[in-house]
């Protein structure tokens, strides 16, 4: 499967000219309840400043600079490492998309790290490990092991990294929002609402086609009969529903911070139904005052 199928569409400045779409317009009055960076910060550093020039498995990086955070509202922190970020950059990274996340979301999130690296790799698999622990580093890993996130679960929170070199900014603020996402949802999927899994049940009841996004029309296109049965929920059905949950509030989140398109396609979920998921979320996570969802808030 292509991985073009489905159009995650553009910020604004950057979207397709003449595109069918949703279109989420977000509005910040003011910048009303937009958080402060309370200095600029000179981030001209080079990782060799603080050790010497290799690759560090995640974990040990997020260890090592733990003390060298930088607080961000209440839940979260961040460290900048080997790249130059004006002010201007440093909201647009992590001022702005912190600011728009709905406080019900912010208000259920574990503590969060947030660390902006040059380059993220893969790394080897380890028996202890069900998945690999990615490697922080400042040469650019080959294609076929690059990675634009990676993130680690611990007992005091959630570790987000992002590579930043040769990133838009709009994909990284859809892997943020993505990150955001799956902590809501919980690793088994636990945390997903029952009024999102009712409305998904009456999405296949009526023989909705397509999803948000690729992982979740991948999952979907996967169900039989019997997993669409409401009174005994499959395995398949509960990782369908993590996975949609997951991609619509990516989606949902990511329009409240930024303008975006959802271009339509043959495997995109219909108008209709995305817009019942949309406003069901907004109904569960409002988001911040000063913020819109759909045109017609503004």
Known sequence: MSANIFKRGSEAGQGKEGAHSVVLRPVLLKNKGSLRLSARLELHLTMSLHYPLQR????????????????LGNRFCYFCAAVSLSEE????????????????IAGRLPSVR?????????????????????LVTTEKPKEDLSLGFGSLLTGGGAVLAFAVKDTEVADYHYRFYHAIAEL???????????????????????AAHGEVDEDSWRLKVELDERDRNPSRPSRRFREYARQSFIDTLTLYTHGICC??????????????YLRKRLALLKELYPPPNGYAVFPEDL
Do not use: C, W
């Open 56 to 71: 560090l498995n995640l974990g040990q990086f997020a260890d090592r600079f733990r003390n060298e955070m930088v607080p």
């Open 89 to 104: 950059d440093l909201r647009e990274y992590l001022d702005e998309p912190v600011a728009a996340l709905p406080p019900v």
């Open 114 to 134: 947030i660390l902006l690296v040059p380059y993220l790799e893969k790394g080897e698999k380890h028996r202890a490990r069900t998945t690999p622990e990615p």
């Open 184 to 206: 809501v949802a919980g690793k088994t999927g636990k945390d997903v609402p029952e009024a999102y899994l009712q409305l998904l049940r009456h999405e296949l009841h009526k």
């Open 259 to 272: 303008d975006i398109d959802v271009e339509t396609g043959p495997r995109q979920i219909a108008s209709n």
